[in-house]
Nanobody, 124 residues
Framework: QVHLVESGGGLVQAGGSLRLSCAAS????????MGWFRQAPGKEREFVAS????????YGADSMKGRFTISRDTAKNSVYLQMNMLKPEDTAVYSCASRYGAGASANSDDYDVWGQGTQVTVSS
């Protein structure tokens, strides 16, 4: 099984930037598509973006008004989420997820492995 290790969460001032990291470890050949989701208190989990770790294909990044960008580092088996112009409304637990299928998906049910989540808090 692939394990996902997240880092980069924390407290940031509104208008600032933050970069989240998600490193895949475990089997030499693991999942193909990795994505980011977020969930604020009392709200449903929301898809942010996904990327194919090997060919770099991106899906869903525009849903965050162009402020968030997903990227990859194949050599490090890592995926990143660059978050710019952060707003208090962005405060949520951000989770990294991965699926074995090669197709992109915004549906959390399609993802097989989940990280523990990292808290992002944006102060006003």
């Amino acid at each position: 099984q692939v394990h996902l290790v997240e880092s980069g969460g924390g407290l940031v001032q509104a208008g600032g930037s933050l970069r989240l990291s998600c490193a895949a470890s475990g089997r030499a050949f693991g999942t193909i598509v990795m994505g980011w989701f977020r969930q604020a208190p009392g709200k449903e989990r929301e898809f942010v973006a996904s990327i194919n770790r090997f060919d770099g294909r991106i899906y869903g990044a525009d849903s965050m008004k162009g402020r968030f960008t997903i990227s990859r580092d194949t050599a490090k088996n890592s995926v990143y989420l660059q978050m710019n112009m952060l707003k208090p409304e962005d405060t949520a637990v951000y989770s990294c997820a991965s699926r074995y299928g090669a197709g992109a998906s915004a549906n959390s049910d399609d993802y097989d492995v989940w990280g523990q989540g990292t808290q992002v808090t944006v102060s006003s």
